[in-house]
């Protein structure tokens, strides 16, 4: 017996892509391409602020920043949690931007529901069954984060967790699948950007930034992802990417992030986006 899947686009004939909302403004899935950028960790006050002012006045929609954060050392720093959210909330007040941040676990999620605009799933937790299950039954809309050896199918299910569970609102992530590759932190998978397109109506988006873990690479893969079809892109931007807690080669400075978004919206004209 096959059960219709929420997910996918064939589930009714032509069904249209999902427009997925975030805050008031801002809005996954339509003409628009959504442009997120911020920390990887919200590490401090003043470092946050000036982030995402800059950001902003970058051309980014939408801010992130990690508070309890999926790192593979115990002993690394594992995000300010509760007070991260508090700034997180002080940022969008300053700025106007929403706010992206991760949910490591069922136990947080109420606090994080509380303070973020967005609710992101990690690629660490894509198959979660327990925490998406739940995020099905929350009101703020999902960024589910492809597993870094899930199949395009496999993360197609973890969408349906999240939808099967009466939450509608998801949106997509690619960021990079491990192959035998080690140029690059992992290796963007550009051809999921299409099967996706085709597969549900639901947005997806990229993220350069953990696909290649190197600040050099990143104006071009975020290209290429635009070229491509997505719906926005994920990026970190860190003050001082030498002194950062986590992620630092992969964040670029915050005038690097400004020129590369200058070249970024070049390609998403000539593909028709804004
Ligand atoms: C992040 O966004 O900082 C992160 C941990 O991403 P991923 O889950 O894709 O590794
Ligand atoms: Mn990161």
Redesign the pocket.
Known sequence: MSVPMLVSRASEPHRPDTIVRVGEQVTFGGDSVVLIAGP??VEGRAMLLDVAHRVRAAGATML?G?AF??RTSPYAFQGLGRRALELLAEAREATGLPVVT?VLDVRTLPLIVRHADLL?V????MQNFALLAELGRVKKPVLL??G?SATVAELLMAAEYVMANGNGQVIL?E??IRTFETATRNTLDIGAIPVLKRETHLPVIV?P??STGKNEYIESVSRAAIAAGADGL?I?VHPHPDEAL??GAQSLKPEAFAEAVGNIKRVAAAVGRK
């Open positions: 990887c960790s992130r990690g954060k999926p991760e992101q990690g690629a660490r937790n984060k492809r870094m992530c960021r990079g993220d930034s953990h994920i970190e986590s992620d």
